[in-house]
């Protein structure tokens, strides 16, 4: 199977890339290598994927509409992965445009370029932060997820509605998933896990909203790849699927874990939840499960051993 998947080299998608080069498909792998965190990441990530023969990087734009059709043309995909974009909800509020061209034409740009090259199946990355803060918990895919509070989640949302809109006119199969939280080791060095086992680790501030209360369903990242990897391998028409751990972590433990992890006390300040924030994110698995068989099986304290390891190792930590 030939997989064109874009965020190649970001962390999901290098891998997932890893993932699908190890059972023996051809990857394709498409990014921009943006600096919206430190290049040497996925540039790392690059290097661990490009020796492999059966990998091929391009550097391109999910904006250039053109080049996306003429890479599908020249490639023919059996399927996609569209893990590249614009991720983070708080990056999003004081860049709302990029959001917009990323992911909205970004994504449109990709699956118009699919559905114009043999309507190869589509994966594409959505987040739970679509569910906003009015929907039941646990979150349900059925729920509106009409109501979104940043731009990020509202750019997602608009994502697969225009998949959609491509599969109702165009037959294009899609399927969305909307990831938990994603950590692990080459995790993203903007987000909490890797942020605060730096700050416990040099006895630097954690800011904690609403005195920790905050719960975050934390999935682990081999647990998303083989949900995305199922994905694949499964059309299923239009789908939209959550893919989390079904197991929400109250901050404040999240800060104890990795304090017994690290050996160190976590100096903690106490401040209010941005509106950006939902309180809870809390993802019902039972349809992945019914669908693609997902079964998320790393426990978050293991899966956060494993990161604080790999940190260590990395001397990214002490
Ligand atoms: N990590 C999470 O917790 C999480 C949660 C929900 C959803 N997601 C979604 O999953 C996907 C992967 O997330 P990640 O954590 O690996 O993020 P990441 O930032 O590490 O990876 C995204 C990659 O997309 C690339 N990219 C950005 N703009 C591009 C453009 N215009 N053209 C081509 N490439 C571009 C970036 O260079 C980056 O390498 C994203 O779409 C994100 O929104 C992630």
């Known amino acids: 199977m030939r997989v064109f998947v874009t965020g190649a080299a970001g962390f999901v998608g290098s891998r997932l890339s890893r993932a699908l080069l190890d059972r023996g498909d051809d990857v394709v792998g498409f990014d921009n290598m943006n600096d919206y965190y430190p290049i040497e ?4 990530h690059l290097a661990d994927l490009c020796p ?4 091929t990087f391009i550097k391109g734009d999910l904006r250039d509409a053109e080049l996306l059709r003429n890479l599908f043309a020249q490639h023919k995909p059996d399927t ?7 991720a983070a909800v708080r990056y999003s509020i004081q860049h709302p445009l990029i959001y917009g061209e990323v992911n909205v034409q970004g994504s449109l740009n990709l699956l118009d370029a699919a559905r114009l090259n043999g309507n190869p199946l589509c994966v594409i ?19 509106p997820a009409d109501r979104p509070l940043a731009p990020y989640p509202a750019s997602k949302r608009a994502m697969e509605l225009l998949a959609h809109s491509h599969h109702h006119l165009f037959k294009l ?6 990831f938990f939280n994603v950590y692990g080791p080459q995790g993203r060095p903007d987000m909490m896990p890797w942020q605060w086992s730096v ?3 040099k006895g630097e501030q954690i800011k ?3 005195a920790g209360k905050m719960k975050r369903d934390w999935t682990y990242i081999d647990d998303i790849v083989a949900g995305f990897v199922a994905a694949l391998d499964k059309p299923l028409g239009y789908e939209i699927i959550n893919l989390g751990c079904a197991r929400p972590i109250e901050n404040v433990e999240f800060v104890r874990i990795l304090e017994g992890l690290i050996g160190k006390k976590a100096n903690v300040v106490d401040t209010p939840a941005p509106p950006s924030e939902p309180i809870q994110t809390y993802a019902d698995v039972s349809k992945a499960k019914r669908l693609i068989g997902y079964e998320p099986k ?13 940190m260590r190792q990395e001397k990214i930590i002490d």
């Open 208 to 210: 904690l909203y609403n």
């Open 298 to 310: 790393v426990k978050f304290e293991e899966g956060l051993r494993r990161l604080v390891e790999w």
């Open 41 to 44: 990441h996925k540039e790392r």
């Open 80 to 86: 996609v992965a569209h893990l590249g974009g614009m």
């Open 199 to 201: 700050a416990i680790s």
């Open 173 to 178: 199969p899609v399927t969305c998933v909307r």
């Open 52 to 55: 492999d023969r059966k990998f």
């Open 125 to 143: 990355a959505s987040t739970s932060s679509v569910y906003g803060v009015t929907t039941p918990i646990p979150f349900k895919e059925d729920a």
